[in-house]
């Protein structure tokens, strides 16, 4: 390697191919510019990297995470050389799988909709006894609203229970919360980084809407100021996010007459340019880096 410039080198791990990747590529050179300006040296990396990943001081993944990965051996290894990561392989294994997220929040009180697991053995009447038409199943480890299905009768329920069955031993039934946006509340080790709302794509229930035919469509966006959103949609992801750990995190709630929910908690939460840093500007990237800084320095 050249002479070093920087007090630390970080690697980046990025896949320029990715369909939906969490950050864009502005997203991605703004990180990097920041951690010149603070004394670290950024460096994308691909999948292709992994036997070099020992001669960076910490690991920042910009993939979509998931268990069965290379992002995922990306993390435990950095992990296994004292590297400091985001995101580290415990959030990575608590986040990818909804059973154990559910169980999570309701052990500890967080306000979540109404949610059943179901197996093989549990009988369509005894779910239907337990929540009402529609209703939403997932597959635990989905992401960007992929394996998440809403069915309005029994005849739907049927064919969706069997075929998410084949895929998974268990998934998740969810009461249906239908909203114009989902808040999605960016948290750092453990304090609120960003706040947005994520509109519905047109004429469909979900942020993201999957075409057979072509590729997915998004619905607008909205950001706040963090002191802007409503204090319970803040307090609520934040008590979550702080029972998963002390990275990045992107925690998803709905909010209706009757309260505030989290539907779900990421490890691996969307940084775009002009969308999760349109409130701090600089700043978020620059708190993303003084993050890895503090524990480089301890």
């Known amino acids: 390697r050249a002479r070093r410039k920087y007090r630390y080198d970080l690697a980046m791990l990025q896949d320029p191919a ?37 001669e960076y001081d910490g690991l920042f993944i910009r993939e979509t995470t998931a268990l069965d990965h290379h992002t995922y051996r990306f993390a435990h290894r950095a992990e296994r050389e004292d590297m400091v990561v985001i995101d580290d392989p415990t959030s990575i294994l608590r986040c990818t799988n909804k059973v154990y997220l559910a169980e999570l929040l309701k052990a500890n009180k967080v306000p979540t909709p109404k949610t059943v697991v179901v197996n ?39 064919k969706m229970t069997r075929d998410l069955l084949e895929e998974s031993d268990l998934i998740l039934a969810q009461e249906f919360m239908p909203t114009d946006y989902d808040w999605r509340v960016g948290v750092l080790d453990g304090e609120p980084l960003f706040v947005c709302q994520y509109l519905m794509a047109k004429k469909h229930w979900q942020i993201v809407k999957h075409n057979a035919d072509g590729p997915a469509t998004h619905g607008g966006f909205k950001s706040f100021a963090v002191e ?71």
């Open 18 to 54: 990715e369909a939906m990747p969490p950050s864009n590529k502005r997203a991605l050179k703004l990180f990097v510019e920041a951690g010149k300006e603070l004394g670290i040296e950024v460096d994308p990396v691909g999948r292709e990297d992994f036997a070099r990943l020992a």
């Open 120 to 158: 093989a053995m549990k009988s369509l009447e005894e779910l239907e006894g337990e929540l009402p038409y529609p209703m939403v199943l997932k597959i635990p480890d989905g992401a960007f609203s992929r394996g998440v299905h809403k069915v309005g009768d029994r005849a739907e329920l049927k």
């Open 228 to 298: 802007q959103a409503p204090a319970e949609v803040v307090e609520v992801a934040v008590k979550a996010a702080r029972l998963i750990g002390n990275g990045l995190y992107g925690v998803d709630l709905k909010q209706n007459e009757r309260g505030v929910f989290v539907i779900e908690i990421n490890d691996n939460p969307n940084l775009d340019t002009g969308v999760e840093d349109a409130a701090l500007k600089d700043e978020l990237w620059k708190r993303l880096v003084r993050w890895f800084l503090k524990r480089l320095e301890a």
